[in-house]
C-alpha cells in the first residue's frame, strides 16, 4: 500500500487538481503481506484506460477488506464517467491477465481478479489468501538456520 500511495501522489502531482484518490485499510489488516508490486499494474491501467480520458476529476479509491475469510483489495476509478458509453470490458487484458497468473501460481485457483463495471468506472478486486507479515527476521541471528 505505500508504494500505491507514492505511486499516486506522482499521478497527483502530474494530474495537480484533477485527480483524488483515498486508500481504506483498517489497522487489523496492515500487517497483512501481499505479493510485491500487484496494485501498480492495476493503478497504472486506471489511469491509462479511464482517467486520462475522463475531462474531469479523477478518483481511484483503494480499499482492503476481509471477504469469506480472505483478504480483498478493490481498486475502483471514476475513467467512466464523462464517457456517453460506459467501457465494456472484453476480459482481462495482458497486465491483469499477468497479475491473476501470479496470484493462482503462489496461492492456487480459489485466488485471482475479478473485474466489473461500476458506476462511473471500472472496480478490479484481488482475492488473495491472508497471511501475516512475520516482522522478526531469524535468518540474521548467529547459529540460526533461515527458516
Given amino acids: 500500500m505505500k508504494f500505491a500511495k507514492t505511486y ?5 502531482y502530474r ?6 484518490y ?5 489497522e487489523h ?6 505479493p510485491k508490486l500487484i496494485l501498480q499494474p492495476i493503478i497504472e491501467n486506471a489511469f491509462i484506460h479511464g ?3 475522463i475531462r474531469g476529476i479523477g478518483r481511484i479509491d483503494i480499499r482492503a477488506y476481509e471477504r469469506q475469510f480472505n483478504l480483498a483489495i478493490e481498486i475502483e476509478d471514476n475513467g467512466g464517467s464523462a464517457q456517453t458509453h460506459p467501457r465494456v470490458s472484453k476480459g482481462m487484458g495482458s497486465g491483469l491477465k499477468g497479475i491473476e497468473s501470479r496470484i493462482k501460481l ?3 485457483d480459489r485466488y485471482g481478479i475479478e473485474k466489473r463495471q461500476g458506476e462511473q468506472g471500472m472496480i ?4 488473495l489468501p491472508i497471511l501475516l507479515n512475520e516482522s522478526t527476521d531469524f535468518s540474521s541471528e548467529k547459529g540460526d538456520p533461515a527458516p
Avoid: A, N, W
Fill in 8 to 12: 499516486m501522489q506522482i499521478h497527483q
Fill in 51 to 53: 482517467i486520462d480520458h
Fill in 29 to 34: 489488516l496492515k500487517r497483512l503481506k501481499v
Fill in 15 to 20: 494530474f495537480e487538481d484533477r485527480f483524488e
Fill in 124 to 127: 478490479v478486486t484481488l482475492l
Fill in 22 to 26: 483515498s486508500i481504506d485499510l483498517p
Fill in 106 to 108: 503462489h496461492f492456487g
